[in-house]
């Protein structure tokens, strides 16, 4: 058997085991992640695949290249509309879309609908945490929200299709895009992944409240070398399936029609030309049969430098010599639809007569974008209910606000609390000091959507209302939102000039929140950093602060882990709150002052410094594991630590908590097996609160390196003080088999290691065999 063909043998095979395994689990009690998880991805419809077929008999091949045409905003006309267009992305004017779409049905030869796509990524207007700061609350129910209302307010304007979930796992905090994915582990990116599809597209996706999912960067996107955005990824096949792959696996098996191929080449090969991963996993093995379309030029990026053919636009992968090469190398590898470029539409008569692309693959193409578009209702709901799409109860209602804010909330992770500095007291004097105290703009984070900062709450104004009269306000310093090439680090607090102002403030307050942080353009695409530090004269801010003996907590608005040593130095208490979207201000005061334990999770290790990354909690081992206690093993000379200085899964309470009594179902299963593993979370403190359980495996004996842990289960529980819970997981073939470097899913016999806890240091282990 082939390679590819051994591949795709394998990778079917685990996908049968998995759903298996899924439903095994149904009829008992599931964890919210495993709730998640369990595949929804219906047959295909014979009646929708007879109109596919119809239709397609009808066309003209004029008629499908422009079916596979996908053009911005800024490009479309009314002569594309009536050409027959097939979408168009980031229209937002309800007037507008419904015109097109008018056009396209009414004046085109088949009256096929334009389906209209936009980047909702954490809200359209009710903007909710960035999907990173999401997902530190373990809690499958933010993301579904989020996409539940993302959806309904994007439908409501005439967009059928949302470019989300971002599902790239990354390693690398440097690079600006770890805002909008999960971070760092593959089961967690899995489990918001699949949540995220659920809620935007529903039971139906035709529904008018909800929408088709394109999950991206497939794939890799997110490991770049050097953190570098758009660079180049290399990686192992073991590693490609074991970490990469699972998320989107996850959400095409919850029901993601649309996926967008990647900018980046992956071992050589770029992701929009990449037949082994578009065709032979994603369409083959996985059975997807909904559409892939190209990023952003992504297509016209294939060629050569200096571009050919036509003689100008993107270029530089090198793996097409001009245009028409690029058409065809996208198509081939099993691009559908192209962004912005349009190689395949203008060549695809020439590509066809020379014999370098197939009508089957064309037919194939459009059949999937069609498919698509007859599930989505639009050939019989096509057009805007305008009134409705202007109207602002549609949109940002009080419902959608309070679950924004519940969202927020749970998203934040409480790094220090010494001496039990938060929370704060409502009734004593108040100060907000920092460049992001009083803020709007940058509470809701990069891809904001169609989100406006007025509708944004800011962290004084939302401390002030629960505090009325005790809470002032100073900068202390300022900031900008400068883009490259003017942008530096010193956009955030660039001077010292304000610094006294604080200070006298904080001498005549009784206590501080210090407001620091990133600008949101530092976070997100093209937002690649060198120095993940506080930027500017922050760290200098904290010890003038500290210097006057006020009690103080620092709050952090930011969309990637930072280097925050010198910070957790010098300040008591430290609250990660991203970048927490509309309800900011209101979030982190439920918080700050105890109306809200705060019990997120990091989703990514946060390193000591920037020299570490990547570090990650799930690594490989290595035969000279770091021991700073001596010298010839996997260390570093100038840092006294092997550890990040906040582990994955980290995070602490108002309350405490310990996590008891792991037990299995059994002491072996066959390599087709399940085991549940049982283990209890008591509130030992006088609080109520909320605990993350997580469970860890380890395989410490495979033909090819494991990592040290890797989450396969999880599940946040409310606790009231002295209340205990018991959390099951459902272990399984999928948990404990992995792919080899043949790309091969196997399950091989020995013992297997199981920790519980609440982070990724969980030392409460027992094992099991397969038999």
């Given at each position: 058997m082939s390679h590819v063909s051994r591949r795709i043998a394998t990778v079917a095979t685990l996908a049968a085991l998995s759903t298996a395994a899924a439903g095994a689990v149904m009829a008992g009690t599931r964890s919210a992640d495993e709730a998640a998880l369990a595949p929804t991805r219906a047959d295909a419809s014979r009646s929708i695949e007879a109109r596919v077929d119809a239709l397609l008999k009808q066309m003209t091949l004029d008629e499908k290249l422009q079916q596979i045409q996908l053009l911005s905003d800024g490009q479309v006309t009314d002569a594309d509309a009536k050409a027959g267009v097939g979408s168009v992305f980031s229209l937002v004017d309800p007037v507008k879309i419904n015109h097109l779409q008018h056009v396209a049905v009414e004046q085109s030869r088949l009256h096929i609908?334009?389906?209209?796509?936009?980047d909702t990524i954490h809200g359209y207007r009710t903007i909710f945490p960035i999907p990173l700061g999401a997902a530190s609350s373990f809690?499958?129910?933010?993301?579904?929200?989020d996409a539940t209302i993302g959806a309904r307010e994007s439908a409501a304007v005439g967009l059928?299709?949302?470019?989300?979930?971002?599902v790239d796992v990354s390693h690398e905090p440097r690079w600006g895009r770890i805002a909008e994915g999960a971070?760092?582990?593959?089961?967690?990116?899995?489990?918001?992944?699949?949540a995220r599809v659920k809620g935007a597209q529903g039971a139906d996706y035709a529904a008018p409240d909800k929408v088709v999912t394109s999950v991206k960067h497939y794939a890799a996107y997110g490991q770049p070398e050097g953190g570098r955005e758009y660079n180049t990824t290399d990686m192992s096949e073991s590693r490609l399936h074991n970490v990469y792959l699972?998320?989107?696996k996850a959400a095409v098996d919850a029901?993601?029609?649309?996926?967008?191929?990647?900018?980046n080449a992956i071992s050589g090969v770029p992701g929009c030309a990449n037949k082994e991963l578009e065709t032979d996993v994603l369409k083959k093995a996985w059975g997807f049969d909904g559409f892939i379309e190209s990023d952003y030029t992504a297509v016209a990026e294939l060629r050569a430098c200096p571009p050919k053919n036509p003689d100008s636009g993107p270029c530089g992968h090198g793996i097409a010599a001009d245009g028409p090469a690029a058409a065809a190398a996208a198509l081939n590898a099993g691009t559908d639809s192209e962004m912005v470029s349009t190689y395949i539409r203008d060549f695809g008569s020439q590509l066809l007569s020379q014999g370098r692309i197939s009508i089957k693959r064309v037919n194939d193409a459009v059949g999937r974008i069609l498919r698509v578009k007859f599930r989505a209702g639009l050939f019989e709901h096509p057009y805007v209910d305008v009134a409705a799409a202007q109207s602002e109860s549609s949109f940002l209602t009080p419902a959608d606000r309070a679950a924004a804010r519940k969202a927020a909330g749970e998203s934040m992770v409480l790094l220090k609390n010494s001496g039990g500095t938060l929370p704060f007291s409502t009734s004593k004097k108040t100060v907000v000091i920092g460049p992001l105290g009083d803020d709007q703009h940058d509470m809701l984070g990069p891809w904001?959507?169609?989100?406006r900062d007025a509708d944004a709450v800011s962290l004084f104004t939302g401390l002030s209302a629960q505090a009325p009269g005790n809470v002032t306000f100073v900068p202390g310093c300022t900031l900008n939102h400068n883009e490259p090439p003017q942008a530096t680090n010193e956009d955030v607090c660039p001077d010292t000039s304000g610094f006294a102002a604080a200070v006298t403030a904080a001498q005549n307050a009784d206590q501080v929140v210090l407001a620091l942080g990133e600008n949101r353009e530092m976070s997100g695409e093209a937002a690649s950093r060198i120095d993940i530090d506080l930027p500017g004269k922050q760290q200098e801010l904290i010890d003038a602060i500290k210097a006057t003996g006020t009690p103080f907590a620092v709050v952090l608005f930011n969309g990637r882990p930072l280097t925050l040593g010198d910070v957790a130095d010098a300040s008591p208490a430290l609250l990660e709150a991203w970048f927490p979207g509309v309800e900011a201000g209101n979030a982190v005061a439920d918080v700050v002052f105890g109306k809200v334990n705060p019990g997120g999770k990091l989703p990514a290790s946060f390193p000591r410094r920037v020299g570490q990354i990547p570090i990650y909690y799930n690594h490989e081992p290595t035969g000279r594991p770091c021991d700073v206690g001596s010298k010839y093993n996997s260390r570093?000379?100038?840092?006294?630590?092997?550890?990040?200085?906040?582990p994955f899964g980290f995070g602490l309470s108002y309350t405490t908590f310990s996590v008891h009594d792991l037990r299995l179902s059994s002491s072996s299963i066959s390599p087709g097996g399940t085991v549940t593993a049982s283990v209890d979370v008591t509130n030992t403190g006088s609080l109520p609160g909320d605990d993350v359980v997580q469970l860890y495996l380890h395989d410490p004996v495979a033909s090819i390196s494991q990592p040290v842990r890797r989450l396969r289960g999880f599940e946040r529980v409310t606790l009231a003080a002295g209340q205990t819970k018991t959390v099951t997981f459902h272990l399984g073939r999928d948990d404990v088999g992995f792919y080899d470097n043949r790309g091969r899913f196997v399950v091989e016999r020995g013992q297997i290691d199981v920790y519980a806890g609440d982070s990724s240091t969980a030392d409460l282990s027992a094992s099991f065999q397969v038999r």
């Open positions: 609908p334009i389906l209209f796509a936009y809690d499958p129910a933010v993301p579904g929200t059928k299709q949302i470019y989300s979930p971002m971070g760092e582990d593959p089961y967690l990116g899995s489990v918001f992944a699949a699972p998320p989107f029901g993601a029609d649309t996926v967008m191929c990647s900018f904001w959507g169609r989100g570093y000379r100038d840092l006294p630590s092997c550890d990040p200085l906040y």
